[in-house]
């Protein structure tokens, strides 16, 4: 079985290729072709270190991601997070390779985001607000590069200074990132990428402006307002996990029946003149869309 390193992973993973497997996977996981299980967690028996297992299966690939959280590793030359994706060829049960596993959250987690500026955005997107300067705003920002190049990303961090330095470290000669200014012009896009337990966007919905909620995964944990999430047609990547994880939904109160899952939005038109927010929770079935692309190319 091959193993690839992180950097190895990320050239196996292009964006355009893992966004177009999305979009694959996630109508099979609507229509029930991909089986996934809850995750499971395990707490070691002392300390604060968390083993996490998520399987997923397929007519075509068995997969499974094992992550180790250990936070006392903050502020070593350890991660706190490692692991792997392993994935099997699920007519024979054959381990093929191996991907690095927070290198795959990463990307795939940013190119759900992708599928739903794709499905979604009511027209070209031009301006882009990303809230956050962590992990995931690096993976976004990479994915917005590869695929929409002429945007003009705009950067809000939890200071100006973090934004400032956000922008210097990540911006390249052929696509710029600049911290938000005041009275800034409409976005076509907004990205809130945090864990932040208050409202981070709560401006009036509008129609020309997709917000989409990648942080906020846990029920104690919100950025967008309810002023948007009562206002705006709801879509959710997955609406199993969505009811338990999605924060910005729970507190606003919503009605679940009222919430589409993306792949609504692959089978159907998506009703038009009204604002929309997307929530990405994240699923298991996503890391198998990465093994798909990276099967092809074995």
Request: charged share 15%; glycine share 6%.
């Amino acid at each position: 079985m091959k193993h690839y390193s992180a950097a190895q992973t990320r050239a196996l993973l292009p964006y355009s290729a893992l966004v177009d497997a999305l979009a694959r996977t996630v109508q099979d996981y609507a229509e029930g072709a991909i089986r996934c299980p809850e995750r499971l967690s395990v707490p070691a028996p002392e300390g604060s270190a968390l083993l996490m297992t998520m399987p997923t299966a397929s007519k075509d690939l068995l997969v499974t991601k094992i992550l180790t959280i250990c936070p006392n590793n903050t502020g070593t030359d350890r991660p706190t997070i490692q692991g792997v994706v392993n994935c099997a060829d699920a007519a024979t049960g054959t381990f093929l390779f191996a991907l690095d596993g927070p290198t795959v959250t990463m990307r795939r987690t940013s190119a759900i985001s992708l599928l739903g500026i794709k499905l979604l955005a009511r027209g070209p997107v031009k301006r882009v607000l990303m809230i956050g300067t962590g992990a995931q705003a690096i993976a976004h920002v990479e994915a917005l590069a590869a695929l929409y190049p002429h945007a003009c990303v705009t950067v809000r961090g939890r200071s100006v200074e973090r934004a400032e330095k956000f922008c210097q470290q990540h911006s390249t000669p052929s696509f710029r990132l600049a911290p938000e200014q005041a009275d800034e012009e409409p976005f076509d896009v907004v990205l809130t990428l945090t864990s932040s337990t208050t409202v981070l966007y709560d401006a009036p919905a509008a129609p020309h402006c997709l917000v989409i909620g990648v942080g906020a995964y846990k029920p104690e944990m919100i950025e967008v307002g309810p002023q948007i999430v009562h206002n705006s047609l709801l879509y959710v990547d997955d609406p199993v996990g969505a009811p338990t994880e999605a924060g910005d939904l729970i507190q606003a109160g919503i009605n679940w029946q009222n919430v589409r899952p993306l792949a609504a939005a692959l089978t159907g038109e998506v009703p038009a003149g009204q604002p929309i927010f997307f929530k990405s929770v994240g699923c298991a079935a996503w890391d198998l869309a990465a093994c798909r692309v990276v099967a092809t190319q074995q």
